[in-house]
């Protein structure tokens, strides 16, 4: 199974919508894995005995684990954190998301500036890189279940841009030039 994600117009209704072009242009794994996106997919129903993700925090050193539910009844000022997480931004370090339940929009700027939306559903894990602009939103189920992991304690820090001096950005542009065609260990 892989995840769905795709162009998106430029229609300002409501963030929650698919938001496809007309017509539709998919994008492969491939194409985000240029962009530095990871992706795996996972069994959600067992998360706390899951060896593969287990072999994921090792290997890339995620030691901090906690969990989000996201929806009106659960978080307080919940269209308000929901239009912050939209706003454009990036971060010093990689965003990791593990869909445990529920479903969401993770946007991603591509190298030439368009919006790529990338759907998670349960089982998605998702690794942002540092420096790549992105926000996030819920589709209109309204509710979703992450996973979110970090290197050492969590930092959640959103720089919104205009961010082209900050290092981490600064580092991803160099990155995207020079791994042009650099395989991921990701699937």
Known sequence: MAIDAWFMDESSEDQRLPHH???QEFVSLDHLAELGVLYWHLNPEDYENDEELKMIRDARGYNYMD???LCPEKVANYEEKLKNFY???IHADEEIRY???GSGYFDVRDKEDRWI???IKAGDLIVLPAGIYHRFTLDTSNYIK???LFVGEPVWTPFNRPQEDH???KDYVKS???KVGVAVEAH
């Open 146 to 148: 992450l996973m979110r």
């Open 176 to 178: 995207l030039n020079e």
């Open 167 to 169: 290092p981490a950005r």
């Open 87 to 89: 706003t454009e931004h």
């Open 21 to 23: 072009r007309n017509p």
């Open 99 to 101: 869909c445990l339940q």
């Open 67 to 69: 969990l989000l539910d």
């Open 117 to 119: 939306r990338i759907w």
